[in-house]
């Protein structure tokens, strides 16, 4: 079933993004060589807590920690560990997500490692180009296809690989609610929009070939060719004249 949110409840989901997307950006400024995503992991649950809210991924489905720290050829739900050390040249997708006043918002950035080579950047750059397309493809009356439809077009026509087996969904007072949010498909195919549906929209995309498989930890995704992955996402609400990016920085 499909949840469509009160204008009050968008007010809280509002804040709650706003207060995501600062703590994000706060810990973009951490990434650092030499510094181990354990580490970042205990600085963004401080941050959450001292907010006032509760870290979203903690425990969520046997995942032990705050944040997702997925590295390289890591697409999503890398476990972070103090022996995890950040190297100069890595790419790093921090995926964040708290519980505000009882509604859940999720967002996730790639960012650079030091100094990185031109086909890392323009991956990361691109993958953000993707999630901006999708994004403004949302008003009432579109579907998630449409929203796919933009993102895989884009994507293909650089030259990478769009994961299919990972997507967005919905969200509010579950950290997954429908509908799902595939980034590829037909347009005006899927389920069709309507004002106070709120969605996570998150292209994952590869260097090389877009599948993907689990990693020996039972948690992450990795590409399967070894290639490197860039993943971003933001928390929208459809509104009645189009979409409000509740997490944006």
Known sequence: MISVKTPEEIVIMREGGHMLARILKELMGEVEVGVSTGALDKIAEQKIRKAGALPAFLHYQ??????????????????PSDKRILNEGDIITLDLGLIYKGYYLDMA??????????E??????????????????????????????????????????????????GIGKELHEEPQVLNYGERKTGVKLQAGMVICIEPMVTMGDFNVKR???????????????????????????GHEVLTNL
């Open 62 to 79: 046997g995942f032990p920690s705050t944040m997702c720290t997925s590295v390289n050829e890591e697409v999503v739900h890398a476990i």
């Open 215 to 241: 990693a020996k930890d039972g948690q992450a995704f990795v590409t399967r060719d070894g290639s490197l992955a860039a993943h971003f996402e933001d928390t929208i609400a459809v509104t009645s004249s």
């Open 109 to 118: 950035r790639t960012v650079p490692v030091g100094e990185i080579d031109p």
């Open 120 to 169: 890392a950047r323009r991956l990361v750059e691109v993958t953000m180009a993707a999630l901006r397309l999708g994004i403004k493809k949302v008003r009432p009356g579109a579907t998630t296809g449409d929203v796919g439809n933009a993102i895989q077009q884009f994507v293909e026509e650089k030259g990478y690989g769009i994961v299919r087996d990972l997507c967005g969904h």
